[in-house]
């Protein structure tokens, strides 16, 4: 009985420690499975989080993109050769909305006409313009009309000294503004807050305030498309004056061939020459011509049949024995004016210095991008790139600054007012 019971006990307590052993597999089995868990979990909470900030910072380009474009198309819509009831309004808009926009935004400004540099660039100080649109003008009106500039600086030194040096000669008329530019006068417009008349604004503001003699005195360089376009928009208001001039642009009569010139070509060709070879330091053209210097004065050019005015100043300059003075057009017309005809002109000519200077009125965008610019394109890129030169200059100042184009001008409103 003794020996059953013993093994009894044994048995029982066998049964008991392999129970228990069961018991503990059981329990570490889960424990295990919630690290895994766990483990994977932060895995998953950590994948979430980087897709979640890429797709915010997705969002917020996006963001950007669409602030920016929004502001594009507001200065489109304003970069147009026409004014309506709208343009005002317009203008405002596309200032408030740049202003909106934080500076990576601004960055992005990118239309077809479009771009950071409408609002953003520094051209100087607007306020020192005067857009001589006041009333109360009197009888006697001269309005000096341009083509335009929304380079403040330019605006001012060029086109405000054109008209202060004709108030200065007649003080007993009124100088008024006019600018046949609409997308230069909406860009003043909306980036300074300057208003400038275009033609029609400014000949009614004219009849509105009673004057009876107009004298129209246009800074063109020559009797292109924005002259014609300019006696056009005269001739609609020429009733409603007693008498109505419009003056000689600067180069005068066109005539019929590139050896025609005339007096007004001779003293454009000795002043803007005598000014460039003052500025680069020289005493003479001769002393510069000397040092291996050749001087390219460069205009805008035109496919209007008054490009032959740039050939003639090249005949002027040689009538006045500048060797090495040479003329070019931005835009390629007449042929001969075309950058690559220029460099191999200067380069047959022997000259390994070269300065660049605008022969336009305003040193405005083609002075500063097209001359001057670092562009492939420009003609400072392009002289350089020709590998012919041991050096290229530029001089960026408009022919308006000029104090004998100036009076030049002046004489030219004197000769319709006699």
């Not at 819509?77 to 309506?84: D, L, N, S």
């Not at 077809?112 to 051209?123: H, K, L, M, S």
């Not at 100080?125 to 929304?150: H, M």
Request: hydrophobic share 40%.
């Amino acid at each position: 009985m003794k020996k059953k019971a013993v093994v009894m006990m044994l048995a029982l307590t066998l049964t008991a420690s392999l129970g228990l052993a069961g018991c503990g597999s059981k329990q570490e089995e889960p424990v295990q499975q919630t690290e895994d868990t766990t483990e994977q979990s932060d895995s998953d909470t950590e994948t979430t989080d980087d897709t979640q900030e890429e797709q915010d910072t997705e969002d917020d380009a996006d963001a950007d993109q669409k602030a920016a474009d929004e502001v594009a198309a507001l200065i489109d819509a304003i970069y147009v050769q026409e004014r309506t009831d709208d343009t005002d309004a317009q203008c405002a808009a596309a200032k408030e909305a740049w202003d909106a926009l934080t500076d990576a935004q601004k960055a992005l400004v990118e239309g077809e006409n479009a771009d950071p540099d409408y609002f953003g660039r520094d051209t100087g100080d607007a306020s020192k313009d005067d857009p001589r649109n006041q009333d109360e003008i009197g009888e006697n009106e001269i309005l000096v009309v341009s083509f335009g500039t929304s380079f403040n600086d330019s605006r001012v030194a060029d086109i405000k000294g054109i008209e202060d040096a004709i108030q200065e000669a007649n003080p007993d008329w009124s100088v008024r503004r006019a600018f046949t530019a609409q997308i230069i006068i909406n860009h003043v417009q909306a980036r300074d807050g300057e208003r400038i008349d275009n033609m029609d604004q400014a000949l009614q503001r004219a009849v509105d305030n009673g004057v009876k003699n107009l004298v129209v005195q246009p800074t063109h360089l020559m009797h292109g498309a924005e002259y014609d376009e300019l006696t056009a928009a005269v001739e609609e208001y020429k009733d409603q004056f007693e008498s109505v001039k419009i003056a000689e642009p600067l180069l005068g009569e066109v005539g019929s061939d590139a050896a025609v010139i005339n007096d007004d070509k001779k003293a454009v060709a000795e002043a803007i020459t005598a000014e460039a070879v003052a500025d680069a330091g020289y005493d003479s053209l001769d002393a510069a011509e000397a040092d291996g210097v050749a001087y390219v004065f460069l205009g805008h050019g035109t496919s209007h049949t008054a490009k032959v005015s740039y050939s003639q100043m090249q005949t002027q300059m040689g009538e006045l024995g500048y060797k090495n003075v040479f003329i070019g057009t931005v835009e390629g017309e007449p042929e001969e004016t075309a950058c690559e005809a220029v460099i191999e002109a200067v380069k047959a000519a022997g000259y390994k210095k070269v300065i660049l200077r605008p022969l336009m009125v305003v040193a405005g965008d083609h002075a500063n991008n097209d001359m001057a610019g670092d562009d492939d394109d420009s003609w400072k890129s392009m002289f350089e790139a020709s590998g012919a030169f041991d050096s290229v200059d530029t001089q960026i100042a408009g022919l308006g600054e000029i104090a004998a184009i100036q009076q030049l001008y002046v004489a030219h409103t004197a000769a319709v007012l006699k």
